[in-house]
């Protein structure tokens, strides 16, 4: 069998050993990349060895192979007379079966991501809210003189949000920029967790910023109408 390079990093297996499943083994001829994942590595192996030391019953329809066409052009018709010759025998591209394998993993793991994600975005919204609201209660007496001298509460409500989508952005600047700066890095030391930033989700992650930054405000700006000005000057 072939097994992934990662497989021979971390746990030393060289070629000619052999991997053990009770009574039965498998060679290890070569070693592949890229098939390093989270939760699981990807193997070759003839289907009679597969077959045999996995005791699989050989149902041959569940199995697929790579075929590499010199025109590709001439897909349609090499897959028409495929189906010609092998009824029952169906032909998808590259990108159909990455799609589909793509959508199967995300189908097992997506609800969990989902939960870190909420988790993440209520983390982020309690952090950023007690930031802004420590940064607000320690300069209540600030507040209370511009309360003094006439500057209205909408006007001091826009000086907390101005300050919360600063700090916001900031924040997000500094996360994204080291997200990218590290991942390359992140990737090499742990191959399993493949990291890919697009665009999109870092459009997606400033709009969660600023709307946590939005919320995280709030708080703040109900304690300031609550700002006596006249108890700046006691005492």
């Known amino acids: 069998m072939v097994v992934d390079i990662e497989m021979h990093n971390r746990y030393g297996v060289q070629i000619g050993d052999k991997l053990i499943k009770?009574?039965?083994?498998?060679?290890?001829?070569?070693?592949?990349?890229?098939?390093?994942?989270?939760?699981?590595?990807?193997?070759?192996?003839?289907?009679?060895?597969?077959i045999e030391f996995l005791q699989l019953e050989p149902i041959t329809q569940r199995t697929f192979f790579v075929l590499t066409l010199h025109d590709p052009s001439q897909r349609d018709v090499?897959?028409?007379?495929?189906?010609?010759?092998?009824?029952?025998?169906?032909?998808?591209s590259g990108e159909e079966f990455a799609g589909e394998t793509r959508d199967r993993i995300l189908s097992n793991i997506l609800p969990i991501l989902i939960v870190v994600l909420i988790v993440a975005f209520v983390v982020g919204l309690a952090v950023a809210g007690l930031t802004i609201y420590t940064a607000t209660v320690e300069k209540s007496r600030e507040y209370g003189i511009l309360k003094a001298e006439g500057f209205t509460n909408p006007y001091l409500y826009r000086v907390v949000f101005e300050q919360s989508m600063v700090t916001g952005v900031l924040g997000f600047l500094l996360g994204a920029g080291f997200t990218v700066a590290i991942a390359q890095f992140a990737q090499d030391a742990v191959p399993?967790?493949?990291?890919?930033?697009?665009?999109?989700?870092?459009?997606?992650?400033?709009?969660?910023?600023?709307?946590?930054?939005?919320?995280?405000?709030?708080?703040?700006?109900?304690?300031?109408?609550?700002?006596d000005p006249v108890m700046v000057f006691k005492g």
Do not use: C, H, K
């Open 192 to 227: 399993q967790f493949v990291v890919w930033v697009r665009w999109q989700d870092i459009v997606g992650i400033a709009g969660a910023t600023l709307l946590m930054a939005l919320v995280a405000a709030y708080i703040p700006v109900r304690r300031l109408s609550n700002i």
């Open 78 to 92: 090499v897959a028409s007379r495929i189906e010609l010759v092998a009824p029952g025998v169906n032909m998808v």
């Open 22 to 50: 009770g009574t039965r083994s498998l060679i290890v001829v070569g070693f592949s990349s890229g098939g390093d994942f989270i939760y699981t590595q990807v193997a070759f192996a003839t289907l009679e060895s597969t």
